[in-house]
């Protein structure tokens, strides 16, 4: 039989699935389908641990996984069959309304796109990018301009479905980010979010604390469209999210002798947030805490 777990863990390790919500899903529905195959909590518990951190900084993934365990930990009582049919019914829910929030961010923070903006983006966000299309498909005409997102080049992804979606793109190198901001004004910065911390900073794509320092000293504001379930519960506490280093061939394999590091995320800082875009409503990222509080994800270490 096909071990989806093992397989869905693989597949987020070596980022054929990527983006912090589509990671979060993937395991959910993982998860799905050890409740499908009727596995007992005690074997649920192991596939979610084999989930749980196969990519070390986005929160969505521990989050989704603790959901669907919490669900199942609440319904182990239940007889066999409701046992499998309510925590099924549970799980669904959670994998519908994580790709609903989607829409809903989209819904939110089109409203914030402007006649003739110049919007930049940096790596590929789902999120993000139901923002613009829902902009443009409401007939707001404005312009994109995207990073290449070196190493692994994700903005080419995010190149490719704006164009076609029709939204105006234009690609430039990662290094060319103060320039173009001013010699194309950009209006707005527009990223995704892999966590969000207690304190409103937030851990994105390699690259994004840059962009916010050159937007930030044009007076460009910066917005994150991220959904309530990347916000680290644990980050109440003081655990530290680990930075996943993503290892040398990445970058090159001709440079023999020299050390090369490459981190895949980096943290912005809350003072160069000016708005969080989230299926909620927008709030500031002073806000973080207070919508901590309003989680349903558990908090491991409480
Ligand atoms: C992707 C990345 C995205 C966030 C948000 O990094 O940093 O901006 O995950 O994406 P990687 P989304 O390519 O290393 O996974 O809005 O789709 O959840």
Redesign the pocket.
């Given at each position: 039989m096909k071990d989806v777990v093992s397989k869905t863990a693989r597949d987020i390790k070596s980022?054929k699935v990527?983006?912090?919500?589509?990671?979060a899903v993937a395991a959910a529905e993982a998860l799905r389908n050890s409740v499908a195959l009727g596995k007992t909590p005690k074997d649920l518990a192991k596939d979610g641990a084999k989930l749980k951190y196969a990519?070390p900084t986005?929160v969505?993934l521990p989050n989704a996984v603790n959901y669907v365990l919490e669900v199942v930990e609440e319904n182990k009582n239940l007889a066999k069959s409701d046992f499998k049919k309510k925590n099924l019914e549970q799980i669904d829910s959670f994998i519908s309304e994580q790709k609903n929030s989607i829409a809903r961010i989209a819904e939110i923070g089109s409203r914030l796109i402007e006649k003739n903006d110049t919007i930049l983006t940096?790596?590929?966000?789902?999120?993000?990018e139901g923002i613009f299309i829902k902009a443009w498909k409401d007939g707001v005409k404005f312009d994109v301009v995207c990073t290449e997102t070196r190493p692994?080049h994700?903005g080419y992804l995010t190149a490719k479905i704006l164009k076609k979606n029709k939204v105006p793109v234009t690609l430039i190198i990662d290094s060319a980010v103060n320039h173009m901001l001013k010699k194309l004004e950009v209006d707005k910065v527009f990223?995704?979010?892999?966590a969000v911390l207690a304190n409103g900073d937030v851990i994105?794509?390699i690259g994004t604390s840059q962009v916010a320092v050159c937007a930030n000293s044009m007076e460009i504001e910066l917005i994150v469209?991220?959904?309530s379930i990347?916000f680290s519960p644990e980050s109440v506490y003081g655990k530290v999210i680990e930075i996943e280093d993503r290892g040398s061939k990445e970058i090159t394999s001709e440079l023999k002798g020299v050390r090369i590091l490459n981190p895949?995320?980096d943290v912005t800082p809350a003072h160069h947030i000016s708005k969080i875009i989230t299926e909620h409503g927008i709030i500031p990222p002073a806000a973080a805490y207070q919508m901590l509080r309003h989680f349903k994800y558990k908090i491991e270490n409480e």
């Open positions: 980022m990527r983006g912090a919500l589509d990671i990519r986005a969505s940096h790596c590929q966000s789902d999120t993000v692994r994700q990223v995704g979010a892999d994105n794509k469209a991220t959904q990347k895949a995320f």
